[in-house]
Nanobody
Framework: QVQFVESGGGLVQPGGSLTLSCTASEIVFWNFDMAWYRQVPGKERELVATVTRAASGGTTWPDSLKGRFTAFRNNAENTLHLQMNSLKPEDTAVYYC????????WGQGTQVTVSS
């Protein structure tokens, strides 16, 4: 059974930074494009960043996240990371990782709260 365990969330003030991590198991990790998603209660899960299999870089969505969020991976350790800078209250959400298609079982996620 594929499993994702997210960590690194917490409470941070506006303008602060956090780095999230995701450890994947029971998956040929290097073979998949991976992604970070986030979800706010009452809203659909939103794709925020992807990293291609080759780990050559990441792409973020939506445009409002460009320049603030960076996704990267370590294929040797089966880990995915999300560096988040200049955090805003609207970034408050539960953050999840999954493959880019979003069709593997979801983990518990990690809560990020941006508040003063």
């Amino acid at each position: 059974q594929v499993q994702f365990v997210e960590s690194g969330g917490g409470l941070v003030q506006p303008g602060g930074s956090l780095t999230l991590s995701c450890t994947a198991s029971e998956i040929v990790f290097w073979n998949f494009d991976m992604a970070w998603y986030r979800q706010v209660p009452g809203k659909e899960r939103e794709l925020v960043a992807t990293v291609t299999r080759a780990a050559s870089g990441g792409t973020t969505w939506p445009d409002s996240l460009k320049g603030r969020f960076t996704a990267f991976r370590n294929n040797a350790e089966n880990t995915l990371h999300l560096q988040m800078n200049s955090l805003k209250p609207e970034d408050t959400a539960v953050y999840y990782c999954n493959r880019a298609a979003g069709d593997f079982p979801w983990g518990q996620g990690t809560q990020v709260t941006v508040s003063s």
